[in-house]
């Protein structure tokens, strides 16, 4: 075991009270909503910003220079399966996240400023840290929420009070003064489902939550036929209006799974997206995309919030291209439905109706002992990897999956599970596409096939440079035009990708990031060569 | 809820190196007896029980990852077999992985029933080598190389062709069963898993016959050997490896099938299980403990 020398423990000690003295004269944790409606120097959270665009304001990369695209730094990240987060960028250090842990990079150049780790150790995935105020919020796989200081590391406190959950591993969102948080299991036993929880900025205290499955009292219980609602999920960050202080976020599937019989009914408030008062976590309104769902559908796929005319009408939009093969579009100030269509060629489960937006699914594709093929399949259409929306192009941006699955059930029994398999009709098979889909029609614009890719895949971003961002499950990351679809650049990272990627600038330099296998690689533009360094 | 988060099951032809936190990989390597349960299958089949209900919820089905641990087997792929041996997993069994969440199950679960969780995890990593087929084992080789015709693509020792995969280690790769249904099933694919999360960039194992042509004009028959969104690797029928660049490729078709799937119906029955013994037999067998340090390695 390796010792510190006297003059290293002194530095050790020099270092904590350094850090002791810059928590207390540091600026403390406010309740305003700091975030830029726009990502451009920093990309503070997960999505870039509250509405979840991933539309930055930053201009250097081009479609006309991407081609003198290089790689500027690389950093291991050591002891986790890999990486699923999206760092953040803040005040030019970047904050790299796992369950009880982060890394602190100088982001120009990837060194290590510093690391924080807390017991238990885990290899586990997660999907990254908040930074605001100058503090970073890290979940941790017991059922807590750190603040350290953004700083050092140093941790100021430890989430307190409120039930007993088990966390999803989805970054926290910081909004109004909370922390927001979600997790799968609420309580220690069972299935306790989906649930969002809500702490305080300045101290950690507990705050409030909301369940996904309806408690006695609530009219939404009856959806469940006498039955004992289960499962919904919430393993994904939401979005926040800052105006109409709404949070949204979109609830996972009903349980079990795959068999509908042990719940009759719709199954509220399973594969929704839901709009909660910030303040107290009451629900505003809901949108079921999948009623009584047997095929895994969940609705937890990133929410994207517009503002648009849409059919000649200013419209404060909730946008979602949902597991189920729909692409929604919502009002977000009162969840009427406006439009769904199909955003990948076959779309068999059911249909939606046109003019309520209410899924309807068809018999036919009940999984059952013998096996159904079913499409989307479970895996869905899309799933996690984070969409992009550009006001410039008009355009939705979507990691798409075309193909189909099969659902076997293990019994007849009611409450059967089992899991699914991609169709084993070639036809059927599993293939990734980076999709442009027009924002307000959903006609499909352009796709960039992204060869062997077959499953979940990363997510992308686009800039007012003009260029989407789109690394791909095989290693590859492109650099394609935002309007057409034109690859202008590429680069083999060497190791499977399922983070979506994030951009920043430091000392006036654009770079782009993306966490791949278990190393974080930025990439921006060649120094521009002087006069001086042209003389031979 | 079927996401790489909380579940990932097994699947494919190039699976995953076990990756086990890095205390548990630096424990020390215990030696002892052989597991007195090993390839007994009613103890398996008890090992399995008892892993299903106290195991899955951290590792998953079948060890193939779980919300919260590793992945602690994959059944396949040799060279990436899990780094720890059968007497390092069940240390960590009995004693716990100092550092991560994995509990000591030593006083929770009698010993007999960690030694049959520790037989039934040595059945999921076994490849046909841990159990060959029976059969004429000589005979088998001469199907190999004669009415078989399998060196007319696959090389086995040095010997044969370069279109097909490489059978010197296929037993030590495969199970017996999927060696078999490679011989006999047609449309031998292996389907992705909804929760699978790979964890290395495989090439492709599908060796299909492919016609290429150049916006030259010059065409490339072969077997692609991998692909991405700009470029193609070929092993061309000219026994040349191919390099090529997408944005010059016109066109590529698809040809028949390479591989025979009827060989239990171009071979005798005796034939057939003859070659399959001597499959079943090409590879060298994992070490039981692993492999000393060298010294001068470090």
Redesign the interface.
């Known amino acids: 075991m390796r010792r510190f020398s006297s003059g290293e423990g002194a530095a050790v000690l020099r270092a904590f009270l350094l850090a002791t003295t810059v928590t207390l004269c540091g600026s403390a944790a406010s309740a305003q909503d700091s975030y830029p409606a726009q990502p451009g120097k920093d990309w503070p959270i997960y999505g870039g910003s509250y509405n979840n665009q991933r539309y930055s304001s930053l201009k250097e990369i081009t479609p006309a220079n991407a081609r003198q695209l290089q790689g500027k730094w690389m950093y291991h990240v050591e002891g986790l399966q890999g990486l699923e987060s999206v760092p953040v960028v803040v005040n030019g250090v970047m904050y790299v996240s796992g369950y009880n842990r982060i890394d602190a990079l100088d982001a120009r150049t990837g060194n290590v400023i510093w690391r924080f780790r807390r017991q238990p150790a885990t290899a586990a995935y997660q999907r990254g840290a908040a930074v605001a105020h100058n503090r970073v919020y890290v979940t941790t796989n017991d059922g807590h929420v750190l603040a350290l200081d953004a700083r050092t590391g140093a941790q100021i406190w430890e989430s307190k009070g409120g039930p007993k959950v088990s966390f999803s591993g989805t970054p926290p969102m910081v909004a109004n003064g909370k922390i927001l948080v979600s997790g799968n299991r609420f309580g220690t036993a069972g299935d306790g489902g989906g649930f969002i929880q809500a702490y305080d900025e300045q101290t950690g205290d507990y705050r409030w939550t909301w369940r996904a499955l309806p408690e006695n009292g609530d009219p939404a219980l009856e959806s469940w036929g006498g039955h004992t609602p289960g499962g919904g999920p919430i393993w994904i960050g939401g979005a926040y209006d800052p105006e109409l202080k709404l949070v949204y976020y979109g609830t996972g599937q009903p349980n079990p799974q795959w068999s509908g019989k042990g719940r009759p009914g719709d199954n509220l408030y399973s594969d929704c997206i839901v709009a909660l008062d910030i303040d107290t976590g009451k629900l505003k309104w809901y949108f079921q995309n999948t009623p009584h769902d047997t095929h895994d559908y969940d609705s937890t796929e990133i929410i994207v919030l517009a503002d648009m005319t849409f059919k000649g009408k200013p419209r404060k939009v909730a946008l979602q291209a949902n597991r189920n093969g729909y692409y929604y579009i919502l009002d977000r100030t009162n969840g009427e439905f406006l439009q769904a269509t199909p955003f990948v060629s076959r779309v068999d489960w059911g249909t939606v109706d046109p003019k309520t937006g209410k899924g309807l699914a068809d018999p036919a594709h009940e999984p059952t002992v013998k096996g159904t093929i079913t499409c989307p399949s479970t895996a869905g259409a899309t799933n996690w990897p984070s969409p992009a929306y550009n006001p410039a192009t008009g355009l939705f941006y979507v990691t798409a999956t075309e193909g189909c699955g099969v659902n076997t059930l293990a019994s007849s029994a009611p409450d059967s599970e089992t899991s699914y398999l991609e169709s084993p009709r070639d036809k059927e098979s599993w293939q990734l596409y980076t999709r442009a889909i027009d924002a307000k029609t959903g006609a499909i614009k352009w796709d960039y096939k992204q060869v062997r890719s077959n499953h979940y895949g990363p997510g992308l971003l686009t800039t007012e440079g003009g260029i989407v961002f789109s690394p791909e499950q095989f290693g590859q990351v492109s650099v394609l035009d935002a309007k057409t679809g034109r690859s202008l650049w590429h680069y083999n990272t060497g190791d499977l990708i399922t983070a979506s990627p994030l951009t920043y600038s430091e000392d006036g330099h654009q770079y782009l990031a993306i966490a791949s296998g278990t190393n974080i690689l930025t990439f921006g533009l060649p120094e521009r060569v002087t006069a001086a360094e042209k003389k031979p | 809820?079927?996401?790489?988060?909380?579940?990932a099951?097994l699947i494919g032809l190039v699976l995953p190196l076990a990756?086990l936190?890095?205390?548990a990989q630096r424990r020390a390597e215990p030696s002892g007896p052989a597991n007195p349960f090993a390839g007994n299958s009613q103890a398996i089949t008890q090992g399995e029980l008892i892993y299903n209900q106290n195991c899955t919820s951290c590792h998953g089905p079948n060890g193939g990852?779980g919300?919260?641990?590793?992945e602690i087997i994959h059944n396949l792929s040799v060279p990436l077999r899990g780094e720890l041996n059968d007497n390092q997993i069940l240390d960590v069994i009995r004693n716990g992985a100092s550092?991560?969440?994995m509990p000591a199950w030593k006083g929770k679960l009698t010993d007999d029933d960690i030694l049959k969780i520790g037989a039934f995890l040595h059945s999921l990593r076994g490849t046909a080598i841990d159990n060959p087929l029976p059969g004429n084992v000589a005979h088998g080789e001469e199907i190999f190389w004669g009415k078989g015709q399998c060196g007319s693509c696959h090389m086995l020792g040095g010997r044969g062709a370069l279109r097909g995969p490489d059978l010197t280690n296929v037993a030590a790769e495969y199970k017996s069963n999927l060696i078999v249904d490679a011989l006999t099933k047609p449309?031998h694919?292996v389907?992705?898993?909804?929760?699978?999360?790979?964890?290395?960039?495989p090439a492709?194992d599908t060796y299909d016959a492919v016609h290429v042509t150049l916006n030259s004009g010059r065409t490339v028959d072969g077997v692609l050997l991998?692909?991405?969104?700009?470029s193609l690797q070929v092993m061309g029928d000219d026994n040349e490896l191919h390099l090529l660049d997408r944005s010059q490729v016109k066109a590529i078709a698809n040809k028949p099938a390479l591989m025979p799937t009827d060989y239990d119906k171009r071979l005798t029955k005796d034939e057939f299980a003859d070659l399959m013994a001597f499959l079943t037999r090409q590879g060298r067998k994992a070490p039981v403990a692993s492999a000393p340090r060298n010294a001068d390695q470090e």
């Open positions: 809820m079927k996401r790489p988060l909380t579940k099951l990756i936190p890095a205390q990852a919300e919260i641990g590793p550092g991560t969440v449309n694919r389907y992705g898993d909804g929760g699978v999360h790979l964890r290395a960039l492709m991998n692909q991405d969104s700009y």
